[in-house]
């Protein structure tokens, strides 16, 4: 099972599909419910930027392209990670990670965690 970052992708993104709603109001959901304690978590901005970006572009089934989140840098972090995945070049949370940061010592912040997840669920609009 992912992380539960990766879990509040995989049930929001459904969430989102299911009943063709905003995708970052599907995440606060989810997150409220898997940090219930934690407001810091809940918060938490990479995996979720992750997540919207990766619905802006399109790529999570049932979820259309759109305007769902403020420009951010990890946006290319997520998209580029699907690229790798698709190309059956980067298989792993970590390798991913260095490959999108370009090996920058940048902290990993469970971008990749998401990604994986949706990946693994069979939620990412494939090329292939």
């Keep these: 099972m992912a ?5 509040a992708a995989i049930l929001a993104a459904r969430a989102a599909a299911e009943f063709h709603s905003h995708p ?8 409220q419910k898997l940090y219930p304690t934690s407001p810091t978590a809940q918060r938490k901005g990479s995996p979720r930027q992750a997540f919207l970006s990766l619905c802006e572009a399109g790529l999570i089934k049932g979820i259309p392209a759109g305007q769902y989140a403020a420009p951010h840098r990890g946006i290319t972090y997520a998209t580029r990670a699907v690229s790798l995945l698709d190309a059956g070049t980067h298989t792993t949370v970590n390798s991913l990670w260095a490959e999108v940061t370009d090996g920058e010592a940048i902290p990993h912040a469970s971008q990749m965690d998401v990604v994986m997840a949706l990946w693994k669920n069979n939620l990412i609009v494939r090329k292939a």
């Design 3 to 7: 992380n539960r970052y990766g879990e």
């Design 24 to 31: 970052g109001d599907r995440w606060n959901e989810v997150v």
